[in-house]
């Protein structure tokens, strides 16, 4: 199994361990500290060894913030985590603020005072967020303090090693374009900003580059390291070799030289002392690697990270091997609906235990079909009745709950596969669900479809498609507190940028992108709602009697939406049209891949005209 289920939230530790902490300020010279939920890589997911939030907080979510002062502690989540940071932390020590709403540069803005001297480890926040923080402390009269060590290090006694898992080349039948072409690619885009060179600092971007694979973390797999690239010449990749055997050592050295990752700050000193013009990223990359190339006499070119967007947009072998792997796990989800079908209505059936089914549902699946399943894309979210209203809901044996008649289950699940990347949500009734429920049900399905039938012109930003989700509970007086879609890698990061639908997506949608498609409806204490394909968006193709070609999106899951939850009467006709299709679609590709003819007949039943 990859999910474990043991209780991680260790909030009845957090008072020694903060004592520990602000003993550290006057050797620091610091008042306060902040410490993100990132590490020195700043990606989602994190190793082990720098969960520093969780352990100083108890605070487990994928996003956070703790200022932690002399005699006060904040802990900043946005509208994803509210509910799970009011269990997870200790309330008489912290205070929840809203991590959108009021973020701590603006939370200073209103606190601060004069000679107030606030700590931060600039490996873990980008030149952005220190940016921010900076002209915050500025304005009430005080410093921005960067430390030499990350302060939590500082009283870790026990913390884990860092990772070191073996490094895989990615099939070019998969990863689609040779490594040369992509460097060929950035060179250009680095000699267009007039750099030298471009720093790489997403472990995401270096393995996309080099067309290599890793498991330092448990949900992405990408191998932790850092790249320069010149603007002309062979590029260094800063990893450890101990990662590497043979085969993978061989591929690389014949594409960039090999140096360990502790010699990357002098790497960094060398540019600046070289006068070098650096592109960095600074909404991506650590504060740190520019202040280190400046501070050596360099100078740093902002720009975006220049393999952000090219990865972000699929080529065609990418999207042709992300349609397959959806296949196979669109086979594997039937399975587990069909099984859960079968066994909730006799009870018995838990969180955990549905939890584990599903991921054995995945990997059996995956074996069969000759493409494993090597890792879950994320920690399943599996609610069942009030459970699903906490939308980052990941369960473990303390929360375990019964998954009871009468209520919905919602699955939030995905798979890391070498073809790619799989995320999907699926709310299942369990017996009879009340009317109102079912109500808020279609209302999401509404939206859903309404993004997934959407016709748009080239240079449309995701900001302007989040609407079309959300119109009808608006119409009915609600909301969710979560962006529509995010962004998908292949066989990579799950969350992908620069593209999202969300009120914050800026970046236009290109061809070749995949997002998630992921409205919901939430009611704290009673039930939750998630509905969510992956789609990605399609060619820009004329329109009947239009006098202008429009992109779309082509919807890649395929799985069953439960017919049970759906209000007939609240759906247009063409709604009802895409709904059938779809699950004709579905009907049709995945049959064949089913062996167990109980599946097949459920299968047929769930897909029914509506």
């Known amino acids: 199994m990859f999910q474990k289920f043991d209780v991680l939230s260790t909030p009845d530790l957090a008072a020694e361990r903060i004592a520990r902490l602000r003993e550290q300020f006057d050797r620091l010279g610091v008042d306060a500290v902040a410490v993100p939920r990132a590490d020195e890589y700043l990606g989602e997911y994190v190793p082990e060894c720098a969960e520093r939030l969780a352990w100083i907080t108890g605070f487990t979510g994928s996003a956070g913030q703790t200022l932690i002062f002399r005699n006060s502690a904040h802990i900043f989540v946005d509208g994803r985590y509210t509910a799970q940071a009011k269990v997870q932390t200790d309330s008489e020590i912290f205070e929840i603020e809203d991590l959108v709403g009021n973020p701590p540069h603006t939370f200073i803005r209103k606190g601060g005072h004069e000679n107030f001297r606030l700590g931060i480890d600039p490996w873990t926040f980008t030149s952005s967020e220190t940016r921010r923080l900076e002209a915050a402390m500025e304005s009430v009269g005080g410093k921005l303090v960067m430390l030499d060590d990350n302060p939590v290090d500082l009283v870790w006694d026990d913390r884990p090693a860092e990772p070191l898992e073996p490094v895989a080349i990615q099939p070019l039948d998969y990863a689609g374009r040779e490594v040369e072409d992509k460097l060929d ?17 997403d472990p995401s971007s270096v393995a996309w580059t080099f067309n290599i694979r890793g498991s330092d973390l448990p949900s992405t797999p990408h191998p932790l390291s850092r790249a320069i690239l010149p603007a002309s010449g062979r590029p260094t990749l800063y990893i450890d070799e101990r990662k590497l055997g043979i085969e993978s050592r061989a591929y690389l050295t014949q594409l960039a030289d090999l140096m360990p990752p502790e010699s990357f700050d002098e790497a960094l000193a060398n540019l600046g002392r070289d006068k070098a013009a650096v592109m960095v990223d600074p909404g991506v990359a650590p504060h740190a690697i520019a202040r280190a190339i400046v501070k050596a006499g360099g ?13 972000a947009v699929k080529n065609e072998a990418e999207i042709k091997a992300s349609a397959s792997v959806h296949k196979q796990d669109g086979a594997a989800m039937v399975r587990f609906l069909a099984w859960f079908d079968s066994e909730a209505p006799k009870g018995g059936l838990d969180e955990i235990s549905a939890t584990s089914k599903l991921e054995s549902f995945r990997a059996s699946t995956g074996e069969e079909m000759q493409m494993p399943l090597k890792a879950l894309s994320f920690d399943t979210i599996a609610g069942a009745g009030p459970d699903a209203a906490i939308i980052h809901y990941r369960v473990n044996t303390k929360t375990n709950r019964p998954i009871k008649p009468g209520e919905m289950f919602l699955v939030d699940s995905g798979g890391q596969y070498v073809s790619g990347t799989t995320d999907i949500t699926r709310t299942i009734a369990v017996g009879d669900v009340p009317e109102e429920q079912k109500r808020f049900f279609t209302l999401v399905l509404k939206g859903m479809i309404a993004v997934s039938r959407l016709r748009f012109p080239e240079g449309t930003r995701g900001l302007e498609i989040d609407p079309f989700a959300r119109h009808a509970l608006w119409q009915a007086g609600v909301d969710y507190g979560h962006g529509t879609g995010h962004g998908v890698g292949s066989f990579l990061a799950v969350h992908e940028g620069p593209q999202s639908i969300s009120r ?9 992108m995949i ?12 039930f939750g709602i998630r509905i969510e394909n992956l789609i990605y968006v399609t060619q820009p193709e004329e329109i009947e009697g239009g006098d202008r070609p429009m992109l779309g999106f082509e919807t890649l899951t395929l799985c069953p939406i439960d017919r049970r939850l759906i209000v007939k009467d609240l759906m247009t006709e063409d709604e009802i049209a895409w709904l059938d299709a779809y699950h004709a679609r579905v009907r049709d590709e995945i049959t064949p891949l089913l062996t167990d003819q109980s599946d097949k007949a459920w299968l047929e039943a769930a897909t029914a005209a509506l």
């Open 515 to 526: 997002v998630s498609n992921e409205p919901g409806y939430y009611r704290d204490g009673a």
């Open 185 to 201: 690619e950035m060179r250009k885009a680095i000699v267009a900003k007039k750099a030298d060179a471009a720093v790489l600092s």
């Open 299 to 311: 100078s740093v070119i902002e720009a975006s990270d220049p393999a952000r967007l090219p990865r």
């Open 504 to 512: 914050r997506g800026e970046q236009a949608l290109l061809p070749g």
